[in-house]
């Protein structure tokens, strides 16, 4: 640090020689100031006290101001023992009296009747502190500059009292007056070696050494200075120093010194000393002495030996086995590191070999046989080289046995397979009110089973998964059981009728089951859905086979009750049949009318079943308008109408999407008949409702836009305004319905 000797600095010394120090101007000051050191040292920290020299009677508003430079100063916390007053911290630009420290007391003018209170009852005495940090930069003889400030309002928010800005200053000092004595800093150290390691020859090896401090307030280090030693015959050192990082290693003979200083460096791994491995054996490398320290302590200590926690790593040299594809270490991590001298043994992953090997070791080759197990190599001294030379599948015998084998169901009754060959054999259909169970031993042999359209039963021993015993024989156990499971057929849905009468509704569970369906495709679609609960309550829905002759298979039934749904669903219409027209042009919209031609009739499905049908848009039933006569001259017509936005053109393709075919009632029929008109036109009411004016005034408002929905004028209605039946809404309707009432 800089020394320098200001003429005025043996004045402030004795002026400050007694803490606290109180810096009072004339008798006229409101408010002082008191720090609580007068010769602070760069990095220390200072707090100043501020004092009401003069009680606040008969004002409403107080404010006090500490003026500082922040090149020097850092404000760091700020104390207030009045309520209510608050405190606003400004740092301006660079300079003498630019930053600020600022507090208040407002009441508003007295409209804040419980801060006025606060304000004229308070007395002189200290009313808040304020702590700063000299800054590190400062140097020895130079003044810290500062000044107190405040004023006194009265009700009218004019400054009452002025405080005079009042300047004094504190200088930086060196401690004793020549050399700053630094407090050593408790640091706490602790320093550990990394985890043991394996390698073998000619392999890379790092072992972190790590520092840790139990003092919580360290957080990093500058300079360090250890010692280690290891066995140079067993590792070759390749850490070295390193002058842009201040790194120095020194290696001598198997000592190795390392130091290192610089910029602060965060705990944790302090270090990593790399070797290489050169030989087969084990050796330590030890941590002997190690000191660490932080830079403040550099300036008046020496740095301290730090805690060895964990002083060594073992460095356990390896033979390596190298093994083909297919084998793996039978050690229980897997490795394939084996130490000097020692056994390996390795299997092969796929036992349904034999498999040929080639084992090279200290310069010697032989090979041998592994017949799906494990192979060991003894005493170890050197790496190893494992090749195959081939492999070949196993075979294993079949035996077919049980009941159903004696039944004849399964034929032959022994065979062969070879790994990794599948093989497919049948199991007959016991016939009704038996089943047939399979059973392989070993039990780790994997399977297929299909049920067959006959009944019977396809198995699939696959190959990939094949078990012997230790005969290398694979048991099939096939048993002729009766069959228990009794279950039942569950009907349901709107076209439930179709399902035939002839039908059963019990089958055996496992057994192929036929059913029947009687469909009336004349108007209806159907939908066929199958399902049952398994009995892990999941919904399974298998897929009936189509026999084409109206009958339905599903294949090998559950041991559970089966439902069948028949659901069924109007065709849909002929486009042909189908036409759209603008009704009416509305003056935001446009109505189109959808029209379906052809008459509606019924069809007799035996003698005394009836069944009507009618169309529908959106599930409205449409209006018979058979008046109309088709552009082809085909006579009947049922028709809606539907309003579009304007500009947006309502096509026949869009129409098809909402038109439906559905079965109805005769009472359906005859209700929905609009062809009285010609007879009775009255328009706003029902069959034999009165002909009237009001009928004219309707048709007017209807084709001059007054309705642009059907909330207030039906469907209905609309359909009958049409008074010239030409499928279009206008000012010549209500001409002639006016004609038909005598004007």
């Known amino acids: 640090m800089k020394k320098r000797i200001f003429s005025f600095l043996l004045a402030l010394a004795m002026l400050f020689s007694v803490t606290p120090v109180v810096f009072a101007a004339e008798t006229a000051q409101i408010f002082t100031l008191t720090f609580d050191n007068a010769t602070p040292h760069a990095g220390d920290t200072i707090t100043a006290t501020i004092y009401m020299e003069q009680a606040p009677t008969d004002y409403y508003k107080v404010t006090s101001s500490i003026e500082y430079n922040k090149d020097i100063l850092t404000y760091v916390d700020y104390t207030c023992s009045w309520e209510d007053m608050t405190c606003a911290v400004t740092e301006k630009r660079s300079g003498d009296y630019k930053s600020y420290v600022d507090f208040k007391i407002d009441s508003s003018r007295g409209t804040n009747t419980d801060v006025l209170d606060k304000i004229q009852t308070r007395q002189t005495g200290a009313i808040a502190t304020v702590t700063f940090k000299v800054n590190e930069s400062c140097e020895a003889g130079q003044a810290i500059n500062y000044k ?34 630094v407090p050593k800093t408790e640091t706490g150290y602790s320093v550990s070696m990394g985890a043991d390691q394996q390698a073998i020859g000619g392999q890379k090896v790092r072992i972190p050494v790590t520092v840790a401090s139990s003092e919580k307030g360290i957080t990093g280090f500058n300079a360090y200075d250890m010692t280690f030693t290891y066995d140079p015959e067993a590792l070759t050192l390749s850490t070295t120093s390193d002058s842009a990082a201040n790194l120095t290693v020194e290696d001598n003979n198997g000592t190795v010194r390392v130091r290192r200083y610089g910029a602060t460096v965060a705990l944790g791994e302090a270090l990593a000393l790399e070797f290489t491995a050169n030989k087969a054996t084990s050796s330590t ?126 034929t032959p009754t022994t065979a062969t397979v070879q790994y990794p060959n599948d093989y497919d054999f049948t199991v007959k259909f016991p016939g009704t009110g038996y089943k047939t169970t399979v059973k ?30 230790e005969n290398g024989e694979i048991t099939v156990t096939v048993e002729k059981v009766e069959n228990t499971a009794k279950k039942d ?99 935001n919209k446009t109505m189109y009318m959808v029209t379906v031609w052809g008459e509606l009739s019924h069809t007799n499905l035996g003698s005394t079943n009836t069944t009507y049908i009618a169309y529908t848009y959106d599930d409205n039933l449409m209006y018979d308008t058979s008046y109309y006569t088709a552009p082809n001259g085909t006579k009947g017509a049922s ?34 008949s609009l062809v009285y008109f010609g007879i009775d036109p009255n328009v706003n009411g029902s069959k034999g409702g009165q002909l009237d004016i009001n009928d004219v005034q309707l048709v007017y408002d209807m084709y001059n836009g007054l309705y642009e929905s059907f909330e207030q004028v039906s469907v209905k209605k609309f359909l009958l305004a049409d008074q010239t039946l030409d499928r279009q809404l206008n000012s010549a309707d209500a001409v002639k319905l006016a004609d038909k009432l005598g004007y």
């Not at 830079?295 to 200590?301: E, L, Q, R, V, Y």
């Not at 090979?367 to 192979?375: A, F, N, P, Q």
């Not at 179709?498 to 036929?514: H, K, M, P, Q, R």
């Open 639 to 672: 028709s809606w109408l539907v309003i579009a936005d304007k500009g947006e053109e309502f096509t026949k393709e869009e129409a098809l999407k909402h038109l439906k075919l559905v079965e109805s009632t005769e009472e359906q029929n005859k209700s929905l």
């Open 440 to 469: 392989f031993a070993p039990s780790d042999n994997k399977f297929d089973v299909e049920r067959l359209e006959s009944g019977d039963y396809a198995y699939k021993l696959l190959g990939n998964y094949l078990v012997g015993d």
């Open 285 to 410: 490398v030890t941590l002997t002495a190690a000191k660490f320290d932080l830079d403040a302590n550099s300036i008046n200590f020496d740095a301290p030996a730090a805690t060895i926690t964990d002083a060594d790593t073992t460095v356990k040299a390896l033979w390596n086995v190298s093994l083909p594809d297919g084998f793996v270490s039978a050690a229980a991590d897997g490795s394939t590191l084996v130490e000097d001298g020692a056994d390996f043994t390795f299997k092969a992953v796929n036992p349904n070999y034999e498999y040929t090997l080639r084992i090279t070791t200290n310069g010697q080759a032989q090979e041998v046989t592994v017949k799906g197990g494990s192979y060991t190599i003894e005493n170890v001294t050197d790496n190893v080289q494992v090749t195959m030379v081939s492999k070949v599948g196993r075979t294993y015998t079949l035996k077919f046995v049980g009941s159903g084998v004696d039944a004849g169901l399964v």
């Open 148 to 181: 107190i400030r405040g004023t006194f309002y009265n009700s009218s928010n004019s400054a009452a009292i002025n405080n005079p800005n009042v300047g004094e200053a504190l200088v930086v000092t060196e401690q004793g007056g020549s050399t700053i004595t």
């Open 489 to 587: 057929i569950i009907v349901a849905g709107s076209g439930s009728e179709a399902f035939s009468a002839d039908n059963a509704l019990t089958f055996y569970a496992g057994e192929n089951y036929t059913f029947k369906l009687d469909k009336n495709e004349q108007y209806y679609d159907y939908e066929l859905v199958v399902w049952y609960t398994d009995s892990s309550n999941h919904t399974v829905r298998p897929t009936p086979k189509d026999n084409g002759d109206g009958t339905y298979t599903i294949v090998n039934m559950p041991n559970a009750d089966m439902h069948i749904t028949i659901n069924k669903m109007a065709k849909a219409l002929d486009p042909d049949a189908v036409d759209v027209v603008k009704y009416l042009e509305l003056d």
